[in-house]
């Protein structure tokens, strides 16, 4: 008989303190975020895929070393240069000027090795974390295209 209402008491206390604990979540403020109408603010240590950084120019600060695309473990990154003259001091010399930044996010790790090894400072890692597609092609990015039209 004892052991009927000691199970009786823990049961009704067991389901007090479960109301309580109810009772309080029920008037915080909501937390859930009704994605896709309204997105957080990632944090600054986010790491979406890479893009260029511009200068004040709004050309990118890659100086073409090649550093990021022999520093990638997994070969994500293709670069392409043209050689250009510019006149520096009433002489013509030629400099090398980027053409082509791709970037094959299906393979990227997103280790970073590519950023931290730019000496140039011309690589962040993007806040973009909505990307989904059924098709491989679609995270086949040109960063060089997507730089000028950030620009335009
Ligand atoms: S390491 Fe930096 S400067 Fe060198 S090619 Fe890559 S993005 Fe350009
Ligand atoms: S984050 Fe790593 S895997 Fe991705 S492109 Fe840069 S070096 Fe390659």
Do not use: W
């Not at 067991?14 to 979540?25: P, Y």
């Amino acid at each position: 008989m004892g052991g009927y209402f000691s199970e009786i008491f823990y049961g009704s206390k067991s389901l007090l303190i479960g109301m309580g604990i109810t009772f309080r979540e029920f008037f915080k403020p909501t937390v859930t975020v009704q994605y896709p109408y309204q997105t957080i603010k990632m944090s600054a240590k986010f790491r979406g895929h890479t893009e260029l950084i511009a200068d004040e120019e709004g050309k990118p600060k890659c100086g073409v070393c090649g550093l990021c695309e022999r520093a990638c473990p997994s070969s994500c990154i293709t670069l392409g240069s043209i050689s250009v003259d510019i006149e520096v001091d009433g002489k013509v010399k030629k400099k090398k000027v980027l053409s082509k930044y791709e970037l094959d996010f299906t393979k990227c790790s997103l280790c970073g090795q590519c950023v931290e090894n730019c000496s140039f400072g011309a690589l962040e890692f993007s806040k973009e974390y909505n990307l989904a597609s059924t098709r491989k092609e679609d995270f086949h990015f040109n960063l060089l295209k997507r730089l000028e039209e950030r620009n335009a």
